[in-house]
């Protein structure tokens, strides 16, 4: 199992915070689909994190009303760091 970390978004439209996270990456390294990065953490081939001022947030599979999401979590709080990283490179 890799643990990755992630450094860019990409988001549509990146100004709505409601609207989800199309894809995930590293620029230059790796950028893969909110899909792929969700099925990778549920079938446990890897895991996922954000650093945000040097703290570690994992990256975790959430359940909502409209359907599967993901989340950082951090000292048992979901949180929003996701949301903070810049746009990834196309």
């Known amino acids: ?3 990755s970390i992630v450094t860019c978004i990409n988001k549509v439209p990146r100004t709505n915070r409601y609207e989800g996270i199309t894809h995930l990456g590293v620029p230059g390294r790796w950028k893969w ?3 792929q990065v969700i099925l990778s953490i549920e079938s446990k081939t ?3 994190y954000t650093l945000v ?5 994992d ?18 709080v ?3 760091n ?3 990283l ?3 490179e196309l």
């Open 46 to 48: 890897n895991t996922f």
């Open 59 to 76: 990256i975790g599979v959430v359940n909502g009303p409209n359907g599967k999401y993901l989340r950082t979590y951090a000292d048992g």
């Open 82 to 84: 996701l949301l903070a």
């Open 53 to 57: 001022h040097g703290k570690r947030a």
């Open 33 to 35: 689909t909110r899909e």
């Open 78 to 80: 979901w949180n929003d």
């Open 86 to 88: 810049p746009e990834c």
């Open 1 to 3: 199992m890799a643990d």
